[in-house]
Antibody, heavy 121, light 107 residues
Framework: QVQLQESGPGLVKPSQTLSLTCTVS??????????WTWIRQHPGKGLEWIGY???????YYNPSLKSRLTISVDTSNNQFSLRLSSVTAADTAVYYC?????????????WGQGTLVTVSS | DIQMTQSPSSLSASVGDRVTITCRAS??????LNWYQQKPGKAPKLLIY???SLQSGVPSRFSGSGSGTDLTLTISSLQPEDFATYYC?????????FGQGTKLEIK
């Protein structure tokens, strides 16, 4: 059974960089069948697609965040990471890491439990 | 970006009712549509993928239909555990986008 687990600081100061890591267990991040993605949910709101990374390092970023965003993959540790720079209160959200199954019309089939990141001084 | 408009945004229903939630895309998305259920404090859970395929382990009372711009999720007979928020998700083009959610509440 595949499991994803987010980790990182729960509190970030404005203008600093938000950094999260997702550790994948029960499956290899190096499988060519998946994208590894980040999604966020503002408090009480809907879901926002942040971007994804492929095991080879190819990435796609949501244009709304692209200038501040870096998503990377570490195949040796079966992890992928998110860095979002110059954060403001508008970046306060629950951040989910998830797996996208490419061969199933890009379905998100597994999600992490989510981690709340608050941007505040 | 493809805009996904879900309706209704909230719905009150009783156990045993049949309910339908609709997602309308701003352009054709073929069958690149997935449905998720989210309960408070939990991650979304996949119910239906590729518009009409039931995810393994999901009860058969859940079904999806449609293609193109109008797609639906139907719950044939509501159970107490079905009261939650439901989201559609288009994976036809980047960036993927989600509907705003439908909150299903007990009448």
């Amino acid at each position: 059974q595949v499991q994803l687990q987010e980790s990182g600081p729960g509190l970030v100061k404005p203008s600093q960089t938000l950094s999260l890591t997702c550790t994948v267990s029960g499956g290899s991040i190096s499988s060519g069948d998946y994208y590894w993605t980040w999604i966020r949910q503002h408090p009480g709101k809907g879901l926002e697609w942040i971007g994804y990374v492929y095991y080879r390092g190819n990435t796609y970023y949501n244009p709304s965040l692209k200038s501040r965003l870096t998503i990377s993959v570490d195949t040796s540790n079966n992890q992928f990471s998110l860095r979002l720079s110059s954060v403001t209160a508008a970046d306060t959200a629950v951040y989910y890491c998830a797996r996208v199954y490419i061969n199933s019309l890009q379905t998100i089939d597994y999600w992490g439990q989510g981690t709340l990141v608050t941007v505040s001084s | 970006d493809i805009q996904m408009t879900q309706s209704p945004s909230s719905l009150s229903a009783s156990v045993g009712d049949r309910v339908t939630i609709t997602c309308r895309a701003s352009q054709s998305i073929s069958s690149y549509l997935n449905w998720y259920q989210q309960k408070p404090g939990k991650a979304p859970k996949l119910l239906i993928y590729a518009a009409s395929s039931l995810q393994s382990g999901v009860p058969s009372r859940f079904s999806g239909s449609g293609s193109g711009t109008d797609l639906t999720l139907t719950i044939s007979s509501l159970q107490p555990e079905d009261f939650a928020t439901y989201y559609c998700h288009q994976s036809f083009s980047n960036p993927h986008t989600f509907g705003q959610g439908t909150k299903l509440e007990i009448k």
